[in-house]
């Protein structure tokens, strides 16, 4: 494995992007509800910044139809797990973590 280069990134930078990116992170897809109450954010403040990592290449979208209902899936890109890698390499070099 590449060791990542720490680098700071304005898109990930945020605080509801970057707790976005920290929870997919964890896992490899997540339901856009479970981030929504993860984060405490509303539904639209959650759409404008997953917009935002989505434009950016950082996070999918992916909607499924289960029981009836429209369920929306969020997962971290490969680019989108390199760029919070780095971000978070970035924050702990300035903070000597």
Same mark, same amino acid.
């Given at each position: 494995?590449?060791?990542?280069?720490?680098?700071?990134? #304005?898109?990930?930078?945020? #605080?509801?992007?970057?707790?976005?990116?920290? +929870? +997919?992170?964890?896992?490899?897809?997540?339901? !856009?509800?479970?981030?929504? %109450? /993860?984060?405490?954010?509303?539904?639209?403040? +959650?759409?404008?910044?997953? @917009?935002?990592? %989505? %434009?950016? &290449?950082?996070?999918?979208?992916? @909607?499924?139809?289960?029981?009836?209902?429209?369920?929306?899936? +969020?997962?971290?890109?490969?680019?989108?797990?390199?760029? !919070?890698?780095?971000?978070?390499?970035?924050?702990? /070099?300035?903070?000597? &973590?």
């Amino acid at each position: 494995m590449t060791a990542v280069r720490p680098r700071f990134d #304005p898109v990930v930078h945020a #605080p509801p992007r970057l707790q976005v990116c920290g +929870l +997919l992170a964890a896992v490899d897809s997540m339901d !856009f509800a479970a981030v929504r %109450e /993860r984060i405490g954010v509303s539904d639209s403040v +959650l759409s404008k910044h997953v @917009k935002q990592l %989505e %434009e950016a &290449g950082y996070v999918t979208v992916r @909607k499924a139809t289960r029981a009836s209902r429209v369920r929306t899936g +969020l997962a971290l890109t490969a680019a989108g797990r390199a760029a !919070f890698d780095a971000h978070v390499a970035e924050l702990r /070099r300035i903070t000597g &973590g």
